[in-house]
């Protein structure tokens, strides 16, 4: 039961930056990219991989 929870948590987490990412492009488009703009895009997905991580060690 642990491990389905963990699972739907994870798939949920996936989604949320999944939509996150989404409203960024949207934003950037509208309104262009700036230097900013582009180091927190890249630490966003910087701190989303060390999550994958630690979602498919916990799933293992």
């Known amino acids: ?6 699972q739907q948590g994870a798939h949920g987490t996936g989604q949320i930056v999944e939509q996150l990412n989404n409203q960024a492009e949207a934003a950037e488009q509208m309104q262009g990219s700036n230097k900013v703009d582009q180091e927190i895009n890249a630490a966003a997905n910087e701190h989303s991989s060390e999550l994958d991580e630690i979602f498919n060690n916990d799933n293992n």
């Open 1 to 6: 039961m642990t491990s389905n929870r963990g």
